[in-house]
């Protein structure tokens, strides 16, 4: 058993030493769209993906993160006068798969995919993607477009955001 153990250690060892391996973490601001902007006015979103190179083009990893969107504050006017309402702020921890298809030296193609946990009262999260356009601006610094959403119950929270992604 123990050799059996050795053996495999090794193995996977040398497999990540010969594949290249990029951790990335990227800060993004965002707009909530939807039924999401109706609750929200402005997000926040913090990503972390650790991608091996599958190919000359194409790599593939995890991803974590959060994302804070902060909640409106609305004003309605009825026959007996205006009634504030003030929404609460939604947040989620989403965890999942990244894959990403270098089309030439400064474009990328991405994907996340996974589940977002719901942070804040009430939210119980749900499926979340984000199909994502980068940017390379530099060898360490990637300019980030993406369209954030979380589909649970028949309904979503989505988000576009613009950002940047530092090579760690």
């Known amino acids: 058993m123990k050799k059996l153990f050795t053996i495999a250690a090794v193995a996977v060892l040398s497999m990540t030493s ?5 951790f990335n973490l990227g800060i993004n601001a965002g707009l909530p769209l939807g039924d999401a902007g109706d609750l929200s006015s402005f997000s926040a979103v913090l990503d972390l993906n650790y991608l091996w190179d599958v ?5 593939a990893g995890l991803t974590a993160g959060f994302s804070h969107s902060f909640g409106k504050e609305e ?3 009825t026959g007996a006068g205006t009634i504030t309402v003030e929404f609460e702020d939604v947040s989620f921890v989403p965890v999942g798969a990244a894959a990403r298809f270098n089309a ?6 991405g994907a996340d995919l996974g589940y977002a946990i719901g942070v804040n009262d009430g939210n119980d999260g749900g499926f979340y993607y984000a199909p994502k356009l980068q940017y390379s601006i530099s060898e360490s610094l990637d300019l980030v477009a993406a369209y954030r959403g979380v589909s649970a119950d028949g309904g ?8 940047v992604e530092f090579k760690l």
């Open 156 to 163: 979503s929270f989505d988000v576009a955001t613009l950002g």
């Open 18 to 22: 010969v594949n290249a391996q990029d």
């Open 75 to 77: 004003e309605f006017s």
């Open 55 to 59: 190919s000359d083009e194409f790599e």
């Open 104 to 109: 030439s030296d400064n474009f990328t193609i």
